[in-house]
Nanobody, 115 residues
């Protein structure tokens, strides 16, 4: 059974940084493309970034390019997302998933950017 557990969110001031983690189990993590999504209140699920097996390729949504960094540690079956230069519009629940649709995904971790 695929299990994904996100953590690391919190309340951050504009311009601040936070690092999200996604602990994965139940599947061969190192062989999968991994993805981050987010969903702001009242909005649709939005793709944020993905990383290929062996970290060879990373992609980002235009809205986060240059500010967010995706990475993975295959030895720990863990996916990361470093969020820098945060803006209020980055406020959302952040999820990890193996699927382009974003489903299934974990329970999410909330990032709130506010002064």
């Amino acid at each position: 059974e695929v299990q994904l557990v996100e953590s690391g969110g919190g309340l951050v001031q504009p311009g601040g940084s936070v690092r999200l983690s996604c602990a994965a189990s139940g599947f061969p993590f190192s062989t999968y493309v991994m993805r981050w999504f987010r969903q702001a209140p009242g909005k649709d699920l939005e793709w944020v970034s993905n990383i290929s097996p062996n970290s060879k390729t990373t992609r980002y949504a235009d809205s986060v390019k240059g500010r967010f960094t995706i990475s993975r540690d295959d030895a720990k079956n863990t996916l990361y997302l470093e969020l820098n230069s945060l803006k209020t519009e980055d406020t959302a629940m952040y999820y990890c998933s193996t699927m382009p649709s974003g489903s299934p995904r974990g329970q999410g971790t909330q990032v709130t950017v506010s002064s």
